[in-house]
């Protein structure tokens, strides 16, 4: 069933189905939160999902040179040749070979720019990036000509923002410039890779896994402190004339703070109607490296109110996500534009939109992908040996990833569940004993908890008992006469 006939069996049962916003809007919320909960309650054959991705090669650049700098809290450093994929971003570099030796030693890639010639890096201190109140690393502490060595190495891989828990990862995937044949590999806790003192950057063919955290350090703490993401960081006005203009009409935009290639949560709906013609758009945004802390970039979101072009009305309920919007070449621009996508980086406080990079018509805006629905958590994990790699055709190694995927929210009346249509009388049932809840109607809610704890039943008993979901032993008894064990088989 879609989200409208969702909606619609509850108020049939309750018999209270009015047709206002705030009212819809609550039933939607009830059942949106009910279904994420349900996906996630179990490792459902139907909430797993499959990825094929590719390790990164490690990458080793000598001979560079740095210049001493006061002031800034990050270090930027120039690649020579032809640089390194946008992919990078988010690795670790080990630098050595500086006068100083404070300036030597392990950093992340906080963002890539200059057609990946460009590394601004932050500091790593014990796991954690740099404070924001030790001037240790305030720029480079002195000049180093032509000795610098920088290493650049995949040390964990970042899964994808609807991994709710990683459950497997194997190299099952046909080779395709892999260093390395099919291999299973096993998941070790972090507990058990910490007793075992595992080397970080031990190289080799891996064998083991290490579901490692969410997001080391990342937006959720970050925002918590003083980076929320707050309207009032973002103002957008009509700016310049350009042969590529906006439609006319009402928008709305949202921002997120992105660390190390995550976004975080969006910020509140900001209005804005573009009214000239031929109009581009300025957006004036925070500062972040004022509170000595880099890497916090910004990226947006838009939804379209109401546009007339060629005289049709277009409307959008959803926010595009503006930053899958790609395009061939990698030219930068001095604004803070970072190919190849839109996003503005920490310190740049003012950009105008490329409009002849991104033509803002209404095609473009219809084919863009939803935005994102996180909290600013992103799963990654530790290969065990890491694997290396080399550089030129190679790709890395051919990784498959099986995790238990978080679904996006039923956002539009359209949106159905990922879960299969026999599921759905339970999603109803539990939103029907929400609701009767709320209107004080105890009996009610009561029956109708009951009834959906027998749907969940009768949905553990048919998903949870196929061939697809293995059964493990969890332990045994002794029986009341014989010795001979009795064996528990559960799910996993």
Partial sequence: MKLS????????????????????????????????????????????????????????????????????????????????????????????????????????????????????????VGGRQQPQWNDQWMGWQSSNAATVTCKIMQRYLFLPMDCDYPMAINIRNPIKNGTAGYRAMYQLTR?????????????????????????????????????????????????????????????????????????????????????????????DTRDTTLAHFRGLNKRLYMRIKSVTVGGKEYSDS???DISAWTYNNNAMSSSGFAAPFIEILDDDTSFDWPNTLFVPNLERFKSLPRAPENEGRCWRVRLFPRPAGTTGNDLGLPIRLRYVQQPQRLTIDDDTPLSPPDTHRYLVYRACEELFQKFNNIPQAEFYRRKADRELLKCETKHLQTKQGPNIKAGYRNGPVWTKPFVTLTHT
């Avoid at 976004?263 to 581009?280: F, W």
Wanted: proline share 6%; aromatic share 12%; net charge negative.
């Fill in 191 to 283: 507990r058990r890779d910490e007793e075992l003192n595992l080397k970080l950057d031990l190289v080799g063919a891996p064998t083991d896994w290490v579901a490692y955290d969410t997001a080391p350090e990342k937006i959720g703490e970050i925002q918590a402190k003083e980076f929320a993401p707050l309207k009032s960081d973002l103002t957008i006005t009509d700016y310049g004339v350009a042969s590529d203009f906006w439609p006319q009409g009402d928008y709305e935009f949202k921002y997120a703070y992105v660390y190390d290639g995550v976004p975080g949560p969006l910020s509140d709906p900001i209005p804005h109607t573009v009214t000239l013609a031929n109009a581009n758009l300025r957006f």
């Fill in 5 to 124: 006939q969702l909606r619609e069996m509850v108020g049939s049962i309750i018999d209270y189905d009015p047709n206002i916003v705030s009212y819809r809007n609550q039933v939607n919320r009830v059942i949106n939160e009910i279904y994420l909960e349900f996906m996630s309650l179990h490792p459902w054959p139907f909430s797993q999902a499959t990825l094929d991705d590719f390790t990164l090669p490690d990458q080793t650049f000598t001979g560079l040179s740095t210049t001493a700098t006061s002031g800034a809290p990050n270090k930027e450093i120039n690649l020579t040749g032809t640089g390194i994929p946008y992919r990078y971003r988010g690795c670790h570099v080990q630098i050595s070979g500086c006068v100083d030796n404070d300036d030597n030693g392990e950093y992340i890639i906080s963002q890539i720019t200059l057609n990946g010639l460009k590394l601004h890096l932050e500091k790593q």
């Fill in 318 to 320: 959803l926010f595009r």
